[in-house]
């Protein structure tokens, strides 16, 4: 028997485009609350000024970014509105991310929201045949795709998808884009309507098989732009002092300390590649990998967008358009007390951002302060070897020197660092200690061989007046690292394997303690603050 004539059918899904569409609007639905949607919507109406058919063209984008920032952090931002632009556009047009349309949508804005805030990862997750994955397992499957999906928003030179006919995928052995594969589940899934009067359930029409077989056409093998990596990590590391409640004054009184931790970790991009090709695929998801927490910072850009600040209500839509956006601006740049500096020689506040991608993602990093200090001329280790012996809080150690190696300039600074935790009075599983820190972003590149980290574990002794900070591999695949310092010969020394050995003078050794004990990291898909790492966050709940 047919359907009943009263009951509207679904429609078909005959094209890429038609796939796309309803994949999107499916997980833009489900990956905000009713009340998250409901100021989404007001502050995508709030910027849709310049589109006849309600979308988001770039200057439309231009005024949402410069609205919630101040002027200050403006000139950080502006250089990267456009990339951001074009980001958001074909984060939205997945799973064809190189056929994105010329305007930004409503519903690819909010896909696009939910994908950069993890908001889809648990059902990504259920999008898979990888049942007999560990948590860590899964956890991991999910941290790539996210890499591959913001490197392919941000790569340029892609080649347009070539042209596929029913008869060539009929005879094709290519395997299915795993992408284009998750959007073809989700829709399936979601291929029916429910109906209260008559209580029936329909079903649309079974999606084509030519559609399995269409690709994404995003070359892997693109690059990014040295220039607009730099200017996103510049960003980046401000977002992640913005969400601490720095006041605007910050990035005036310490652009130059960004511009230095900038460079440093562009540089563990580039240093082992001719920067003026771009950022490869492999540099990119290495480094990603080795500093997971670089991407916290769009968080601060994507909140204003589905959370209201506390001090305000949803704009109403019967207010003028003026006066609806000066309340918004308003509330998301309301003054906050600029936060205190750390003490410390080696510690500011661009270095604390840094040391953030470091760091697991649940330091209250804002609570950190100076344990002590002590400089190369009067270099005694004790005090500092008894703390990392005997203290269970977290500690963060931090070390300034001169690089002597041969063929070096003397006066040439790096510095290094490490994160010293016991939980459970066990020492602490942490593939990024120790770590180098000026004058590039380095760390034991071991976890990314095997994917798995939990056959290393940081230890760390004092004895014979020096310190040793090691990484011991219980697996052969893994590299040994370890950080030495030496009272005696006030020098120290970092390795990893056999490829990075470096030899400093010691200048300044600094222990930092936070306080107190922190909860082990936990994977939520809820979450779109800091991660934690910032207590005033102006967005957290």
């Not at 596929?164 to 029916?192: C, Y």
């Not at 310490?254 to 931790?261: K, V």
Request: aromatic residues 8%; hydrophobic residues 35%.
């Amino acid at each position: 028997m047919g359907q009943p004539s009263s009951v509207p059918s679904i429609p078909r899904i005959d094209t890429p485009e038609q796939l796309q569409q309803r994949y999107t609007a499916i997980v833009g639905g489900y990956g905000l609350s009713p009340e998250e949607s409901s100021w989404f919507n007001s502050v995508f109406n709030l910027f849709c000024v310049d589109s006849e058919d309600c979308n988001w063209t770039l200057s439309d984008a231009t005024a949402y970014f410069t609205a919630i920032f101040s002027r200050e952090m403006q000139q950080i931002l502006a250089p990267m509105i456009p990339t951001l632009y074009t980001c958001l556009l074909r984060l939205g047009s997945v799973p064809y991310q190189h056929q994105p349309p010329p305007q930004l949508t409503r519903d690819a804005l909010r896909y696009a929201v939910v994908v950069l805030l993890r908001r889809d990862d648990h059902h990504q997750s259920s999008l898979t045949d990888h049942d007999e994955d560990s948590t860590d397992q899964a956890q991991q499957r999910l941290d790539d795709r996210f890499r591959k999906l913001i490197f392919r928003s941000l790569a340029e030179a892609i080649k347009p998808q070539a042209e596929i006919t029913t008869e060539s995928v009929l005879q094709s052995t290519l395997e299915v884009d795993d992408d284009v594969f998750r959007a073809v589940s989700l829709v399936s899934r979601h291929n029916h309507r429910w109906h209260s009067n008559p209580k029936i359930v329909t079903r649309g029409p079974d999606l084509p098989p030519q559609l399995y077989f269409q690709v994404s056409g995003l070359d892997i093998e693109s690059s990014i732009w040295s220039h607009d990596i730099w200017a996103l990590l510049r960003l980046l590391l401000a977002c992640q002092l913005s969400v601490a409640g720095l006041g605007p004054e910050c990035f005036t009184n310490y652009r130059d300390d960004l511009e230095e931790a900038t460079n440093c970790v562009f540089q563990s991009f580039v240093h082992d590649q001719d920067s003026t090709s771009g950022i490869s695929w492999d540099s990119f998801n290495r480094r990603i990998s080795l500093m997971p927490n670089i991407l916290r910072g769009l968080n601060r850009l994507l909140a204003p967008l589905i959370k209201p600040p506390s001090t305000q209500a949803a704009p109403l839509e019967s207010q003028p358009t003026d006066e609806r956006r000066s309340a918004f601006i308003n509330g998301i740049n309301s003054r906050r007390e600029p936060a205190t500096p750390p003490l410390g020689r080696i510690l500011n506040l661009a270095r604390l951002s840094q040391l953030c991608m470091f760091l697991p993602d649940t330091v209250p990093i804002m609570t950190v302060s100076l344990l002590h200090s002590v400089e190369s001329q009067s270099l005694s280790l004790d005090t500092i070897g008894k703390n990392i012996t005997q203290d269970r809080e977290p500690l963060l150690l931090l070390v300034y020197g001169y690089n002597n190696q041969v063929g070096v300039h003397s006066d040439t600074i790096i510095g290094f660092g490490a994160f010293l935790s016991r939980p459970d009075g066990k020492p602490c599983e942490d593939p990024n200690n120790p770590f180098q820190f000026l004058p590039v972003n380095r760390v034991s590149e071991s976890a990314l061989d095997t994917g798995n980290s939990s056959s290393n574990h940081t230890a760390w002794a004092y004895s014979n007046h020096s310190v040793r900070i090691q990484i011991h591999a219980q697996d052969k695949h893994f590299l040994d690292a370890h950080l030495d310092l030496h009272e005696k010969t006030r020098s120290g020394a970092f390795k990893i394997g056999n490829k990075t050995q470096l030899r400093f003078d010691i200048d300044i050794v600094e222990l930092y303690t936070f306080g107190s004990e922190f909860p082990p990291r936990q994977f939520s898909t809820d979450e779109y603050s800091s991660g934690g790492l910032f207590p005033e966050d102006p967005f957290s709940s």
